[in-house]
C-alpha cells in the first residue's frame, strides 16, 4: 500500500472534513469527506475515526463545519445553531473526556465575538488550532515518555494509541515513536484488542510502516508473555484520567496493568492534558456500551450462537495503584498522583 509522508487522521480541508475512514484498515487507505457535522457525528459513532485526541479534534471540526453551513445572521441564533450541534456531537462517544474538551473550546472561541461572521471565523481558526496542537503535544509527550524505555527494551501496548487515534505521531505509540527517534533499539508487543481488534488492524498496522519490530498477541496471550519475561514495560493511551489517578482506557487495559504488577513490570499512561477531567469523580463517568455484534462474530462470520446475551463494554478503569507513570506535554506524572497531577495543571 502506498502511504504518503506526514499522513493526517483528521483535517480541515476547503471547508470540508476529510477523515481516514480506520473501518477499512488495514486492507483499503480510504479518505473520507463531510460537509455537515451530522455526519461528522455518525462518523464518530460508527468508529470511522476512534481514539480520545482524534476525537476530540474531530468534533471541534464538526462544530467548524456546523458554524460554517449556518445561515444564522445574529449572534443569538448562530449560537443556538451551534449548542444543537455540539449535544449531537457529545452524544456520540460518552467516554472520552477530550471529545467534551474539544467542543468546549472551539465554543468558547465562538462566545468571544459580536457578530455571526467573526463567530464563524473563530470556530475555524480553534478547531485548526487544536489540530496543529494535537501534534507538537504528541511530540513532547514522546520525548518526556522516552527516557523511560531503555535501549533493547520490549514494550507492550493495549489498543490503538498512535498516530490514527489522534492527528498525527500517538501517545503510547508517540513515545515508541520517539524512544526509536532517540537511537534505541524496541521491540513492540500489541494485542489484538478484541472485539474491534484496534490493536491488530491499526497498531500492527502503523508500526510495520514505521519499521518498528511489533509482535502481535491475542489478548490472553498478555499473562504469558509477562510471566515469559518477554516485556519490559508497558505504555498505553487514555480516554479520561480523574484528578484522583483512575485511567480510563481500552476495555482490557485493567488487565494488563494488573497482570504488569504481578509481575513486577512497570506500567505508563500517556496522555495529553486534554484527556484530564478533573472536575468529576468515577460515578459521573459514563462506560460505553457497544452493540452485542462486535462480541458476537468477527466481519460477517458468527462466533456465537444466534441470541446469546453479552456483555460489551468499550472502557474499563484502572486504579492509580497499578500505575507507575502518568507522560504528559508538561511532564511525568508519579505517585501518589492526585499532587502531582495537580503539580501537572499549576
Ligand atoms: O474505542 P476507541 O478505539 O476510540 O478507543 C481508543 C482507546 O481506548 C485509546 O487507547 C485511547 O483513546 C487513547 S488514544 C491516544
Not at 471565523?121 to 496542537?133: H, I, T, W
Request: charged share 25%.
Amino acid at each position: 500500500m502506498d502511504i504518503p509522508q506526514d499522513l493526517k487522521t483528521v483535517e480541515w480541508r476547503d471547508g470540508r472534513v476529510v477523515m481516514i475512514d480506520q473501518t477499512r484498515l488495514p486492507g483499503e487507505l480510504v479518505f473520507v469527506e463531510y460537509e455537515t457535522y451530522g455526519q461528522v457525528a455518525d462518523a464518530i459513532r460508527n468508529l470511522v475515526i476512534r481514539g480520545a485526541p482524534a476525537i476530540g479534534v474531530a468534533g471541534a471540526f464538526g462544530l467548524a463545519l456546523a458554524a460554517s453551513r449556518s445561515t444564522a445572521g445574529t449572534v443569538d441564533s448562530l449560537m443556538a445553531d451551534l449548542c444543537t450541534a455540539r449535544d449531537e456531537l457529545l452524544g456520540t462517544r460518552p467516554t472520552a473526556v477530550n471529545l467534551k474538551w474539544g467542543l468546549e473550546r472551539a465554543l468558547a472561541a465562538a462566545e468571544k465575538c459580536t457578530d455571526a461572521d467573526s463567530m464563524r471565523r473563530a470556530v475555524v481558526d480553534e478547531s485548526l488550532a487544536m489540530a496543529e496542537e494535537d501534534v507538537k503535544t504528541n511530540k513532547e509527550m514522546g520525548k518526556n515518555g522516552s527516557g523511560l524505555i531503555g535501549d533493547g527494551e520490549t514494550v507492550m501496548t493495549h489498543c490503538n494509541a498512535g498516530a490514527l487515534a489522534t492527528v498525527s505521531y500517538g501517545t503510547a505509540l508517540g513515545v515508541i515513536r520517539a524512544t526509536r527517534e532517540a537511537g534505541k533499539n524496541i521491540r513492540v508487543i500489541a494485542t489484538e484488542t478484541r472485539p474491534v481488534q484496534q490493536g491488530s488492524r491499526l497498531t500492527a498496522f502503523e508500526l510495520m510502516h514505521d519499521g518498528i519490530d511489533v509482535r502481535l498477541i491475542p489478548d490472553t496471550a498478555v499473562g504469558y508473555s509477562m510471566a515469559q519475561g518477554l516485556v519490559d514495560k508497558v505504555v498505553v493511551g487514555a480516554d479520561r484520567i480523574l484528578g484522583t489517578g483512575h485511567v480510563y482506557n481500552k476495555i482490557g487495559t485493567y488487565q494488563v496493568a494488573a497482570m504488569a504488577a504481578r509481575h513486577g513490570i512497570p506500567f505508563y499512561v500517556a496522555a495529553p492534558l486534554s484527556t484530564f477531567d478533573l472536575d468529576s469523580g468515577p460515578e459521573d463517568v459514563v462506560i460505553e456500551q457497544r452493540k452485542a455484534a462486535e462480541v458476537t462474530g468477527i466481519g460477517d462470520s458468527m462466533t456465537a450462537p444466534d441470541g446469546v446475551g453479552v456483555i460489551n463494554p468499550a472502557f474499563d478503569v484502572t486504579p492509580p495503584e497499578l500505575i507507575s507513570g502518568i507522560i504528559t506535554e508538561k511532564g511525568v506524572a508519579a505517585p501518589p498522583f492526585k499532587e502531582s497531577i495537580r503539580a501537572l495543571f499549576g
